[in-house]
C-alpha cells in the first residue's frame, strides 16, 4: 500500500476515533483510491503510552476498506468489551495511537506449528468458540508458537490452553500489513 493511501486510511480511523469519543457523527467519508475500494479485513488497535485501549476487527468485509477502516475505529474506541467500565475520554485523544492491520485472506492449516511468529497471526475456532492474535502480538510478547496458540485458546477463545494440541479445532493464519501513527513527543 502507498504512502497516500497509508496516510488516508490514518486520517479516517483519528477523525472516526474522535468523533466516536466526543459523541458526535461519524464524519462522511470517501476515498476514490482504489486499493482503498478493496474489500478485505482490517483491525484498528488503539493504545496510550503503548497501552492497550482498544481494538476491534474484521477479517472479512463487504464494505471497502477505508468504511471499514472507519467502523472499526468507532468500535475499537466504543465496543471493545475489555474497556466496558473504562471507555476512551476525549481528554485523551491527544494520546491516542493508532494502528491499522490490513489482513491478507484466511489460510487454514493442518499443522498447528506451521506459522511464522511475527509473520503470521492466529485464528482458532472450535464451535462458536473463537480467538485471535495479530502477528505483532507475538512480537510485542516474545511468546513462543506454543505459547501464542496457548494464549489463543486460553484467553481469546475461552478453551483450555492446550486445545491446539488436540486436533479438533480449525486453526487459520494470515498477514497483516501494519500502518501505524506513532504521535511525536515534544521536547
Not at 63 to 92: C, G, H, Q, W
Amino acid at each position: 500500500m502507498d504512502t497516500q493511501a497509508k496516510k488516508i486510511l490514518l486520517e479516517i480511523a483519528r477523525n472516526s476515533v474522535e468523533a466516536a469519543v466526543k459523541r458526535e457523527p461519524t464524519p462522511d467519508i470517501f476515498s476514490g483510491l482504489p486499493e482503498l475500494q478493496e474489500k478485505q479485513g482490517a483491525f484498528v488497535t488503539l493504545k496510550v503510552h503503548n497501552q492497550l485501549r482498544g481494538c476491534i476487527g474484521s477479517f472479512t468485509s463487504d464494505l471497502p476498506l477505508y468504511k471499514l477502516v472507519s467502523e472499526m475505529a468507532v468500535s475499537a474506541a466504543t465496543e471493545d468489551p475489555r474497556f466496558t467500565f473504562n471507555r476512551i475520554k476525549p481528554p485523551e485523544l491527544n494520546r491516542i495511537e493508532i494502528e491499522i492491520s490490513v489482513l491478507s485472506p484466511l489460510k487454514r492449516i493442518k499443522n498447528p506449528l506451521d506459522f511464522e511468529l511475527g509473520k503470521h497471526g492466529i485464528f482458532i475456532k472450535k464451535g462458536g468458540l473463537t480467538g485471535c492474535f495479530l502477528p505483532q502480538v507475538a512480537v510485542e510478547t516474545g511468546w513462543s508458537k506454543e505459547e501464542f496458540l496457548s494464549h489463543c485458546c486460553s484467553s481469546k477463545a475461552g478453551l483450555p490452553d492446550n486445545a491446539w494440541e488436540y486436533g479438533d479445532i480449525e486453526i487459520y493464519i494470515f498477514t497483516a500489513e501494519i500502518i501505524e501513527e506513532k504521535l511525536h513527543k515534544k521536547t
